[in-house]
């Protein structure tokens, strides 16, 4: 069965730092893409960013270029999402998801920045 | 970027009735690679997204067949033939043929 489980949100300061991780299980992660796509409670669904797996082709969304890092560990079956320079419109619930387009989708990890 | 717009935003149905929601993009989403990168999701609340469309007419594995997708270019529908009380949520349709990854504003299902 594909997991995939989605840590490391919280409350923070608008300027400050986190990182997200998302581990997978049942598949062989280091084949997959993985994305993670942010949604505002109750608002509609944004794709952040993907990454494939030897981390060679990597991209952005625009409002997040420059200020969000997405990484892998295959190791550790492990995805990462650095996020700095936070603004209150980074706000929402990050679900990680498996695959060229997302097919699996993680519960997601509730961001948010707020003074 | 991709702009994929829905319709409508909201949709009242009754069990056992058919249903269908629209998705528009705002180029072609057929790809040299002959396949079409559109993609149907629903979310019900307090959970993630599920797929249950993927390149435009391929239900995912576990998805009822009473659901459907059609289209082309940059014209597509996501059909129920029979709406059940388990097919409330929130439709969401998305494309994957360019980066950004653009989705749809969603269609509310409600009973």
């Known amino acids: 069965e594909v997991q995939l489980v989605e840590s490391g949100g919280g409350l923070v300061q608008p300027g400050g730092s986190l990182r997200l991780s998302c581990v997978g299980s049942?598949?062989?992660?280091?084949?997959?893409?993985m994305h993670w796509v942010r949604q505002v409670p109750g608002k509609g669904l944004l794709w952040v960013a993907r990454?494939?797996?030897?981390?060679?082709?990597?991209r952005y969304a625009d409002s997040v270029k420059g200020r969000f890092i997405i990484s892998r560990d295959n190791a550790k079956n492990t995805l990462f999402l650095q996020m700095n320079s936070l603004r209150a419109e980074d706000t929402g619930v990050y679900y990680c998801t498996r695959g060229g387009s997302p097919f699996y989708w993680g519960q997601g990890t509730l961001v948010t920045v707020s003074s | 970027d991709v702009v994929m717009t829905q319709t409508p935003l909201y949709l009242s149905v009754t069990p056992g009735q058919p249903a269908s929601i629209s998705c528009k993009s705002s180029q072609s989403l057929l790809n040299s690679d002959g396949n079409t990168y559109l993609f149907w999701y629903r979310q019900k609340p307090g959970q993630p997204p599920q797929l249950l469309i993927y390149?435009?007419?391929n239900r995912f594995p576990g998805v009822p067949d009473r659901f459907s997708g059609s289209g082309s270019g940059t014209d597509f529908t996501l059909k129920i033939s029979r709406v059940e009380p388990e097919d409330v949520g929130v439709y969401y349709c998305?494309?994957?043929?360019?980066?950004?990854?653009?989705f749809g504003g969603g269609t509310k299902v409600e009973i």
């Open positions: 990454i494939n797996g030897d981390e060679t082709n990597i």
């Open positions: 998305m494309q994957s043929i360019q980066p950004p990854l653009t």
């Open positions: 390149e435009l007419f």
């Open positions: 049942g598949f062989t992660f280091s084949n997959d893409w």
